[in-house]
């Protein structure tokens, strides 16, 4: 069983910066694509970005040179720097693993609201 705790979300001034922390409290970490979704209101949820357990990266071009996503897979936990927000970022985050083992399988964090004022 796998539970994921994000942390970091909050609000913040359009071009300020947010860092945005999932913690992966289970086991066999390195098993697990790490991604960061964000569902706006009455938007569909969209990728973010994601990682793989050797560090290879996507991201969603909206985001591409201002978000970097990264993990550590030492402390199972997956960051999302966030960089020159603007309120359309606003949103909220969700963090979701899924099981390279079991593609059908994946679990999704509770989610974090980002807001960015303008």
């Known amino acids: 069983q796998v539970e994921l705790a994000e942390s970091g979300g909050g609000l913040v001034q359009s071009g300020g910066s947010l860092r945005l922390s999932c913690a992966f409290l289970?086991?066999?970490?390195?098993?697990?694509?790490m991604g960061w979704y964000r569902q706006a209101p009455g938007k569909q949820r969209e990728l973010v970005a994601r990682i793989t357990s050797g560090g290879s990266t996507d991201y969603a071009d909206v985001v591409k040179g201002r978000f970097a996503i990264s993990r550590d897979n030492a402390k199972n936990t997956v960051y999302l720097q966030m960089n020159s927000l603007n309120p359309e970022d606003t949103a909220v985050y969700y963090c979701?693993?899924?099981?390279?083992?079991?593609?059908?399988?994946?679990?999704w964090g509770q989610g974090t609201q980002v807001t960015v004022s303008s």
């Open positions: 979701n693993a899924l099981d390279v083992r079991n593609l059908g399988s994946d679990y």
């Open positions: 289970g086991n066999l970490f390195s098993f697990y694509v």
